[in-house]
């Protein structure tokens, strides 16, 4: 079999070593073990997989370490399979082939993890293997002939303990040898019945197409029925599936099943040369994960132990963030005022510049506490193990909609943001079943939205209904985008994707020790990649809303609303036009009210207050008037941003927050000014729970917009927008008609 040449010269690079293993065999910790903070995340050109690359010393040489994908076979069903297979064959875009392949393995479960390690050894590409887990291993009694093992695979094998970076020296020096030596994996010799399917898929392909293809690669497609391998080397799909075919016959002739003549015969040699090496002593009881696992993965008591941990989880997130994003939000303020005070005599480039600029910087690092808080009860998870127990409970729950166990994770992640939720997608193979879960992510309750719901339930519901019913209206509030996602994600798979049923295939792993070194990593690593991905795009948004709010600013709006301001003033107190013109000068707090009701007329008279009253007939059947749709329209960037806006609008200013009275108040005695309705109560409790559904089951904001067409595509993403924007519209008008009756 020849081995594939580099694509891309290697005279000025570093030489590259890809790490790569089956999910839950420690590749994580040891890519940090060996790179720590000396990471980089990024995309595969051209596709939505996460790329990761470190940087370690081996001996005086600097290495780069590419850390691929978890994935257990080299069968391509999802992108990040995908990604494996062609990174391992040099087929990415501006990405040489790996000079090494780490291949790490889990020492207490050797026979399958061999699969994939044979089946990167068949590509040509030298290799080292990692055995992880030796100190779990030593536990269960499982002893490993590790010099025997190494005699029959032909590569260097080295026994570590990721965890607790133990090995990792011995590690790094067997792959500084194979970077010289470039060691290979002694392959199996297959059975004539192989050989005549490769050549009678060979004899299918035209002569082009066949010089692209080594017998490596030929095999790989005969193996997996894959014809795309055939049409990226220049076939046509005809030919494509012609190979195939002639390939199946062969098999069939030969008394193998195309469907599973690799893992048989694989297998089988794997046996054959595993069992002599490793020998187990007798288990007096069962082990602890067994035992943990009674308990964990009970239909009922596990269920039970998962919705105590969630609820600690979250209250966690709420709770901690909290203090945190308080500071971030008084350092904004105090930023503010010093943009402000020293721009003064601009008055535009001081709106821009405090409201847009400072304020689009704080609507990014604000997220920031939330976000790590919940990728480090994550990283947590993930680390211990428990994260698979949970996707294993999850499944049964989320099947029936066609949705699998995988589905979990990114649906926990959308509570605090959808930005990570959406990226967390990536490991689900079907790409059918990975679009439907990245189109009900933001569905799910996002931290944004609380503000909303503690404004509208501490304002209405709570000092009409008490606090039991406030507080079960917020946890109520919490579940309205779930129970709308499920039932969304069904008619998507049934009737427009048609997605078949998806097996859940997944291993638990055995409980682990988080290593603390890398939850951190995992929590660095997810904050950073939020400001850069998402933080630009809800920069940009919210600078422009700023405009849409500032302009167009005409000095005719602030002398007409200071003038019905002193009319007002002069109607009260029985003031003459002059003494009420002094006073308002003279009296701070005055002066104070005069601005705000100057920047409540702006804000009606501008671009965005416009649009507001335009579009308002449309939310009328909703409640809504113009002040609540600007405020709706306003949230794009962020939806907590609808606060401040309306704090603006009832001449309150922009420092008001949910907790806020005098906006509470202000809300609670708002009054239709015109039409059939005048006189009467703007915030009913139907119009509250309308706002609160509204926001429930709209878009998250702009940066899920854009996280969303960045995975998939902007088609995709207005689909999303829109279906999600005339949900909400009709619920909200539903909930208001209904509720009015009562």
């Not at 690359?53 to 995908?82: F, H, K, M, N, Q």
Request: with cysteine; charged share 20%.
């Amino acid at each position: 079999m020849s081995a594939l040449p580099n694509t891309v010269s290697s005279a000025k690079r570093l030489r590259r070593v890809a790490l790569i293993g089956n999910p839950n065999t420690g590749k994580s910790t040891l890519f940090n073990c060996l790179t720590g903070m000396r990471q980089k995340v990024g995309n595969y050109s051209g596709v939505t997989v996460q790329k990761k690359t470190g940087a370690t010393l081996i001996g005086s040489e600097r290495v780069e370490i590419l850390d691929l994908p978890g994935t257990y076979s080299l069968a391509a069903t999802s992108p990040d399979e995908r990604v494996v297979v062609d990174a391992l064959r040099g087929e990415v875009e501006n990405l040489d082939r790996p000079d090494v392949a780490l291949c790490i393995l889990d020492a207490t479960n050797l026979q399958r993890n061999l699969f994939l390690a044979y089946q990167i050894g068949q590509l040509g590409v030298p290799m080292v293997l990692a055995l992880n887990y030796w100190d779990s291993a030593k536990k269960r009694r499982i002893d490993v002939d590790v010099e025997e093992l190494k005699a029959r695979l032909g590569v260097p094998v080295v026994p570590i303990s990721a965890s607790r970076a133990e090995g990792i020296d011995a590690l790094k020096t067997a792959v500084g040898e194979a970077l010289d030596t470039g060691p290979k994996l002694v392959t199996p010799e297959w059975p004539e019945t192989i050989q005549e399917a490769v050549s009678a898929a060979r004899s299918a392909l035209p002569a082009a197409s066949d010089a692209r293809l080594d017998d490596a690669a030929v095999m790989r497609g005969v193996f997996e029925s894959d014809g795309e391998i055939f049409t990226r080397s220049g076939a046509s799909t005809s030919e494509a599936e012609a190979a195939l075919e002639a390939s199946r016959k062969a098999l069939f002739k030969g008394g193998l099943n195309p469907a599973n003549a690799e893992a048989v015969l694989l297998y089988q040699h794997i046996k054959e040369v595993v069992e002599p090496c490793v020998s187990s002593g007798e288990r007096t009881g069962p082990a602890g994960s067994e035992s943990i696992d009674s308990i964990l993965t009970h239909k009922w008591w596990g269920l039970v132990a998962f919705l105590g941990l969630m609820y600690l989880v979250f209250q966690s997130v709420y709770s901690w963030a909290g203090p945190f994003m308080d500071w971030i939000d008084a350092g904004k303020g105090l930023v503010q005022d010093a943009v402000s005070g020293g721009l003064e005599r601009w008055p535009m480039v001081q709106s821009l510049a405090s409201d847009g600029i400072v304020e689009g910087v704080g609507a990014v690092v604000i997220f920031l506490p939330q976000i790590l808080i919940l990728f480090f009860f994550i990283s947590l998870l993930e680390d211990t193990g428990y994260m698979a127990r949970a996707a294993f409970l999850m499944d049964k729950l989320f099947s029936w909609c066609g949705l699998s166990g995988k589905s979990f994770v990114p649906l926990l992640s959308s509570y605090a943001c959808a930005i990570p939720g959406v990226m967390a997608t990536r490991t689900i193979q079907d790409p059918k079943a990975r679009l439907v879960t990245i189109l009900v992510a933001p569905f799910m309750s996002c931290s944004a939205r609380l503000p909303v719901y503690v404004l509208m339930i501490g304002a209405f519901i709570e000092p009409r209904y008490g606090a039991g019913v406030a507080g079960a209206t917020l946890f109520g509030m919490h579940f309205v985008g779930l129970i709308v996602a499920m039932p969304f994600a069904y008619l998507m798979n049934k009737y427009i994707l048609k997605t078949p049923p998806q097996p859940f295939l997944l291993e638990l792993p055995s409980y682990q020790i988080p290593k603390v070194r890398d939850v951190f990593l995992k929590m660095y690593n997810q904050g950073k990649e939020f400001v850069v991905n998402a933080g630009t795009v809800i920069f940009a948004i919210t600078i422009v809303i700023w405009a849409l709010l500032y302009f167009p600013r005409s000095e005719s709006v602030a002398l007409e609303a200071e003038q019905n301001y002193v009319v007002e003033l002069m109607a009260e107190n029985g003031w003459s036009e002059s003494i009420a013109a002094q006073r308002l000068s003279e009296d701070e707090e005055l002066g104070m009210e005069l601005e705000h009701r100057i920047s409540s007329a702006y804000i009606e008279q501008s671009v965005m207050g416009r649009i507001g009253k335009t579009v308002q007939p449309a939310f009328d059947a909703a409640g809504f008037d113009w002040k609540i749709t600007v405020g709706v329209l306003a949230s794009f960037p962020a939806r907590e941003v609808i606060i401040s806006t309306l704090g603006i609008i009832y001449s309150l200013g922009g420092d008001v927050d949910e907790e806020a009275g005098d906006l509470r108040e202000a809300m609670a005695g708002q009054t239709w000014q015109s039409g059939p309705r005048a006189g009467q109560p703007i915030f009913t409790i139907p119009v509250v729970i309308a706002i609160m559904v509204f926001f429930a089951l709209c878009q998250q904001c702009g940066a899920t917009l854009a996280i969303i067409a960045q995975e998939t595509s902007w088609r995709w993403a207005g689909v999303s927008f829109g279906f999600m924007t005339l949900l909400a519209w009709l619920a909200s008008i539903a909930i208001n008609q209904v509720g009015s009756w009562f």
